[in-house]
């Protein structure tokens, strides 16, 4: 029953990490003719509720944060950023964590200080999550 009526309300299920590394091809700022490639691209999911999931995806040269939200057509970018723009010269990431409620944090990327990305502690719940972000960063 509760696939057709998510049918009826125009509800989609949200991408898998694969797909979603395959979505950062429709980013405007995709740069396949720089090099770009997805060969080796990694994401990690930073939130996820019934309707919405929030990834992070990493390539060789950008990085990008998508908003899938089922009851949207698609994902949305909400940035994409030169790998310079998150790592500072000595590859440590450029950003600050804020706790934010029990189970959650918040992320604040140094180059978009007046965004805040939601991050769900419970889907890293045997790591420090600190820990969890850099090391992806930088990898």
Known sequence: MGEISEYLLGLRECLNKDQIIQFVRNSINFDKGGGETLNGAKAILLFTNSNQQS?????NKRFYKILDDRRKPKP???FSA????ILDRSNQPKLNLNPYKKDFSK????????????ID???FSNVEFDEV????LKD
């Open 133 to 136: 972000i850099t090391n992806f």
């Open 121 to 123: 502690k419970k889907l």
């Open 76 to 78: 949305i970018f909400n």
């Open 82 to 85: 030169k790998k310079e723009k």
């Open 107 to 118: 992320v604040i990327f140094s180059f978009r200080p007046d965004k805040e990305y939601l």
């Open 55 to 59: 990834w992070l995806v990493k390539t």
